[in-house]
């Protein structure tokens, strides 16, 4: 176990990398998804190992290569980042699950092997991104992870699932771009690409604007990655003409590695209360999140395609995060870091449901969902329950994470936000009523197809999910003890 244990920061990020390739090797459809379901299940061993173990010591290091931080690229694990390993690994691992039969329908067979590493190699680059202790490991991981997005949504059946990659190709270029500037202007600082031993010394430089022009550069390059309002454009239609597995992964796992690495950089590297703050960006953060809350909700009333509207549904619920992180306080990061696990597991569920609708009906529009309360009654619950939590009802685990917030920022004093907070959460209302306007109160368009039954498999794995929603919803001690306990170690 101590070995296992010692080597769990690098497992963690070479069993999916280096199982990968070897798909490409013996382009073998009718074996990857059993070693992708093995390999994804082992990924969620290790990391729970990891966030175990993490709750008695402080951090877990490990040197690639024998070579000692800050000369050699440590694998460093927090309680922040273990946190959101557990997320990524345990969400993977469902997704994978689940992901046998709907590959087996939306993917043409020949192209198995290929969905698989691609799918595998975006594992591994979430994972060495939230893991790493390297400021330039953390490019080549998000490069990785990038990639492997490109391709997986390239594989979607529509031909506008190529242009929507090759949107998220440019716009993913130009982010790493910014984000290699800034990590370039860090070593020029310090001398130093370890993260921890930049934290130690950028106080004692005091060039400012070069200090300055490092955060911004990470600032805007991140927030393309993590689709921030209004750095967006890609988000919508990399979800929507995507396969139903790659949309699920990335709406519930993509866009939070991004947060992590904001709030990395702001909250430890670059000291929040100060470097961050001093400049403003905190204030800014704050206006582009309640805009980003309202311009998502608004545009999701008016989509009639489901992908796109809970598409635009996690452009607002980014920016509640990113509202928490803004307030720069220990208890604002733990609503952030709440919200972020819990519009993870809700917004997995969500794409489940529409992935098992995609099965039987072959799209997924309101008319597919006319009177789907008759013909499928799980998955009509399964969407009332997840728009519930997107909303922030009681019993929800989207209710602990609004509460969270509106206590965060009850807390510094600012009423006026804190109701700004409530009044944007109610316009969520407006776009979930329709869908259970038409659930429930429309005849089916299309009976014929709803006959079809969906595997065990992927409706045990829905079921899982959206149940989780409830659960967590009324026992959230897990969740609310691990993000309080990250944000006190950023935090003092």
Known sequence: MNIILINAPALQVLLPLLTAPIFLLIRLPVLTWYVALLVSWLTFGVSLLIFIEIQNIEYISYSMGGWDPPWGIEYRVDRLNSFLLLIISTLSAFIVTYGGSSVAKEIPYEKHYLFWTSYLLCLAGLLGVTITGDAFNIFVFLEISSLATYILIAMGNDRKALIASYRYLILGTIGATFIVLGVGLLYSLTGSLNLFDISN????????????????????????????????????????????????????????????????????????????????????????????????????????????????????????????????????????????????????????????????????????????????????????????????????????????????????????????????????????????????????????????????????????????????????????????????????
């Not at 961050?276 to 999701?300: C, D, P, R, T, W």
């Not at 009654?377 to 602990?400: D, M, Q």
């Open 201 to 492: 010394r950028i106080g004692e430089s005091t060039d400012s604007k070069t200090k300055l022009a490092a955060l911004s550069f990470l600032l805007v390059g991140i927030s393309l990655k993590s689709a921030l309002f209004p750095l967006h454009a890609w988000l919508p239609n990399a979800y929507t003409f995507s396969p139903s597995v790659a949309s699920t992964f990335l709406a519930a796992t993509s866009t939070k590695v991004g947060i992590y690495l904001l709030i990395r950089f702001c909250f430890d590297i670059f000291a929040a209360d100060e470097t961050f703050s001093k400049i403003g960006a905190n204030h800014i953060l704050m206006f582009l999140s309640i805009l980003a809350i309202l311009y998502g909700s608004v545009a999701a009333i008016y989509e009639t395609n489901l992908k796109k509207l809970f598409a635009y549904s996690s452009v607002s619920q980014i920016g509640f995060i990113t509202l928490a992180l803004s307030l720069i306080s220990a208890s604002g990061l733990a609503a952030g870091l709440i919200h972020m696990a819990n519009h993870a597991i809700t917004k997995g569920s969500v794409f489940l449901i529409l992935g098992c609708l995609t099965l039987i009906y072959g799209n997924v529009t309101i008319t597919t969902i006319q009177g789907l309360g008759r013909t499928k009654p799980f998955l009509a619950f399964g969407i009332v329950i997840t728009g519930l939590s997107l909303i922030g009802i009681p019993g929800t685990v989207g209710f602990i994470s609004k509460w969270t917030l509106v206590l965060a920022i009850i807390e510094k004093g600012w009423y006026w936000l804190a109701l700004l907070t409530l009044i944007c959460s109610l316009v969520t209302i407006i776009y979930i009523w329709k869908l259970i306007e038409t659930i429930y109160f429309s005849k089916p368009a299309v009976v014929e197809e709803s006959k079809k039954i969906i595997p065990f498999t992927m409706s045990f794995v829905t079921f899982c999910l959206v149940f989780s929603c409830i659960i967590l919803g009324l026992i959230p001690t897990v969740i609310i003890e691990a993000a309080d306990s990250a944000s006190q170690t950023l935090i003092k």
